[in-house]
C-alpha cells in the first residue's frame, strides 16, 4: 500500500503531504488517548489536509463539516487547526489516511481502512474508559466492535450540511468532558486559539 502511494506521489498530487500522513499518531500516541474521533478520508483540495481529521493548517478557510462543529461548540473561530485537541489525547483518525486530489474516497481500497481497523481494535483492548465520538453511520459502523462496557460511545448523525440536523444539539463536547471528569480525567479544553 505504502509504496503503492509512493508511486504515485511522482504523477499526481496526494493528500496529506508524506510527512503527515501519520499525523494523529505522532500528536496522540497511544498512552495518551482519552479519546477518539472517526473520520472518513482526508480533505482533497489543495493545502487543507493535515493528518488530523476534521482539521485544517491555520489560515486555510473552514470547511462545511467542521464549520458545524464549530456551531455546535458554540465557537466562531477562524482557526480550523484541531492539533490542540490532538495534543490534550483527542485521537483524530481518518479510515483512509491518504486521497488523490479533488477526489473523495480514491484511496478506499487501498488497504488503510484494514489499517485503522487494527488500530480501532489495539485501542479497544489495551485502553479503558474511551470516549468514542462517532458521527455518522459510516464511523458507527467502523467502531461497532468496541467493547461498551470497557469504553464509552457517544453517537449522532455526521457535521456534513447533508446530515447536520441529526448533529447539532448533541452535545457530546460537554457528554465528553463529563465522562473524563467523572473518571478523574482532566476535561478538553476544546476552545481553539484564535
Known amino acids: 500500500m505504502y509504496l503503492k502511494i509512493k508511486k504515485e506521489r511522482k504523477t499526481k498530487v496526494i493528500y496529506p503531504p508524506e510527512q503527515l500522513v501519520f499525523n494523529c ?6 498512552s495518551k488517548v482519552k479519546v477518539v ?13 493535515m493528518g ?5 493548517p491555520v489560515g486555510v478557510t473552514i470547511p ?9 461548540l458554540k465557537q466562531n473561530s477562524n482557526n480550523g487547526n484541531l492539533i490542540s485537541w490532538s495534543q490534550q489525547g483527542v485521537f483524530l ?3 483512509w ?3 488523490e486530489e479533488n477526489k473523495p474516497a480514491s484511496h478506499k ?3 488503510w481502512e484494514e489499517f485503522t481497523d487494527k488500530v480501532i481494535n489495539i485501542i479497544n483492548e489495551k485502553k479503558k474508559n474511551i470516549i468514542f465520538m462517532l458521527w455518522g453511520n459510516y464511523a458507527i459502523k467502523k467502531c461497532s ?3 461498551p462496557e470497557k469504553h464509552f460511545l457517544l453517537k449522532a448523525g455526521h457535521p456534513s450540511p447533508l446530515s447536520v440536523k441529526y448533529f447539532l444539539n448533541c452535545d457530546h463536547f460537554n457528554k465528553c468532558n463529563n465522562i473524563l471528569v467523572k473518571n478523574n480525567m482532566v476535561p478538553i479544553n476544546w476552545e481553539l486559539p484564535q
Request: glycine residues 4%; hydrophobic residues 35%.
Open 93 to 95: 483518525l481518518n479510515t
Open 145 to 147: 466492535k468496541i467493547n
Open 109 to 111: 481500497d487501498y488497504g
Open 25 to 30: 499518531f505522532l500528536q496522540t500516541p497511544l
Open 64 to 72: 462545511p463539516s467542521l464549520r458545524n462543529i464549530f456551531k455546535e
Open 97 to 99: 489516511l491518504t486521497v
Open 37 to 49: 474521533i472517526v473520520g472518513q478520508d482526508p480533505y482533497h483540495q489543495k493545502h487543507q489536509a
Open 52 to 56: 488530523l481529521c476534521f482539521s485544517v
